[in-house]
């Protein structure tokens, strides 16, 4: 019987060692790889999912306008979606704001001159009673549908700051203007009739 040989165990030794090390550092390389890889195809899929209209943002020139609904001056109640295939301008205001009032003859005009073709004015009444709203409304004869937001649930929803504030929504409900500001009837012509 032969004695085994004391070097050749060590002389081998370190290399299995140094073999299972780098099949260690290997498969930990490809772990590392799949890891990654499931993690940006993670992150890649929720930013595809995310809806605009469920952050807390402002409405966007572009983007699907928010739905909202609100009780009318004239009885009843009107949703956004009332509204799916015409054309929808926005127009938040108040009593106490002057440029509102003097835009408000213009608006007028020009909705009874396109309402036929599919336009819609929704005025939205921000922070005021219905006993504020009526007077100055039935005294000044408008026709377009006033909507009444005492709570300021619609306005906080679009992050509306200043007044008077417009949006412009197409057929397809997704916002082609925002304009904040008096806006007049050029303007009005301008952006909308090409929406008709």
Same mark, same amino acid.
């Given at each position: 019987?032969?004695?085994?040989?004391?070097?050749?165990? @060590?002389?081998?030794?370190?290399?299995?060692?140094?073999? @299972?090390?780098?099949?260690?550092?290997?498969?930990?390389?490809?772990?590392?790889?799949?890891?990654?890889? *499931?993690?940006?195809?993670?992150?890649?899929?929720?930013?595809?999912?995310?809806?605009?209209?469920? *952050?807390?943002?402002?409405?966007?020139?572009?983007?699907?306008?928010?739905?909202?609904?609100?009780?009318?001056?004239?009885?009843?109640?009107?949703?956004?979606?009332?509204?799916?295939?015409?054309?929808?301008?926005?127009?938040?205001?108040?009593?106490?704001?002057?440029?509102?009032?003097?835009?408000?003859?213009?608006?007028?005009?020009?909705?009874?001159?396109?309402?036929?073709?599919? *336009?819609?004015?929704?005025?939205?009444?921000? @922070?005021?009673?219905?006993?504020?709203? @009526?007077?100055?409304?039935?005294?000044?004869?408008?026709?377009?549908?006033?909507? *009444?937001?005492?709570?300021?649930?619609?306005?906080?929803?679009?992050?509306?700051?200043?007044?008077?504030?417009?949006?412009?929504?197409?057929?397809?409900?997704?916002?082609?203007?925002?304009?904040?500001?008096?806006?007049?009837?050029?303007?009005?012509?301008?952006?909308?009739?090409?929406?008709?």
């Amino acid at each position: 019987m032969s004695k085994p040989q004391k070097g050749s165990y @060590r002389k081998h030794a370190p290399r299995k060692q140094k073999q @299972r090390n780098n099949r260690s550092h290997i498969t930990a390389a490809i772990l590392l790889v799949i890891a990654l890889a *499931l993690f940006a195809f993670a992150l890649r899929s929720s930013f595809q999912e995310i809806d605009l209209n469920s *952050l807390n943002t402002a409405p966007i020139q572009g983007y699907q306008a928010p739905i909202f609904t609100a009780d009318t001056l004239s009885g009843g109640e009107i949703s956004l979606q009332n509204y799916a295939d015409e054309v929808v301008v926005v127009n938040f205001w108040a009593t106490w704001c002057p440029p509102c009032k003097a835009e408000m003859p213009g608006i007028n005009a020009f909705y009874q001159a396109y309402q036929d073709r599919g *336009l819609v004015v929704l005025a939205v009444n921000v @922070r005021e009673s219905e006993a504020t709203v @009526r007077p100055f409304i039935e005294t000044s004869s408008f026709t377009f549908p006033v909507l *009444l937001d005492p709570a300021g649930k619609i306005v906080d929803q679009y992050q509306v700051r200043s007044f008077p504030t417009t949006l412009i929504i197409d057929r397809d409900g997704v916002i082609q203007y925002i304009h904040t500001g008096m806006i007049s009837p050029e303007e009005l012509e301008a952006v909308v009739t090409p929406l008709l």
